[in-house]
């Protein structure tokens, strides 16, 4: 529990929130700005602000959820399909520092395209500075 964040006031019933799902570990309530129809936000019941900082049953807990509550979801409110998402940190676009996955209930022709849409262009990289950046990353995760 963190005093000052908003999600763990609505986990604590301080603020209200429209809860459709709670277990031990995750909670989920509407978003209160929905981008659609059933726009739903899934959380871990403890404070923490990044994926990478989830200890790793919490981290289960939460894609769990994701993963079970994305087609109950979707055919609650009779979408043709869910982007399953999350802002990872402040360069990413989070808002609220408590890890948070957004179910957003999708439309045939509701036009909102794919996640590919936040950019408006592609990284543009040669083959060479692919082959660079994959061996950084395994490099990274050798070393992690
Ligand atoms: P993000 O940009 O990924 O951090 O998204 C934060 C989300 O939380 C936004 O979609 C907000 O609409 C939503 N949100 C912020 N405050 C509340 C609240 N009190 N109740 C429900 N949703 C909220
Ligand atoms: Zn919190």
Known sequence: ??????FCQ????????RTVY???????????NPLSRGHTLVIPKSHHERVSDLPAGDRAAVFE???RLAPVVEAAVDADGVTVGMNDGEAAGQEVP????HLV???DGDSAGPIHNIFRSTADLSDEELDEVAEDIKTAIGGA
Do not use: K
């Open 10 to 17: 609505i986990i604590d019933g301080d603020i209200p929130g």
């Open 22 to 32: 709670e277990d031990d570990d995750v909670f989920a309530f509407l978003d209160a």
């Open 98 to 101: 408590h890890v948070h996955g």
């Open 65 to 67: 959820a994701l993963g």
């Open 1 to 6: 529990m963190s005093e000052d964040c908003v």
């Open 105 to 107: 209930p999708r439309f």
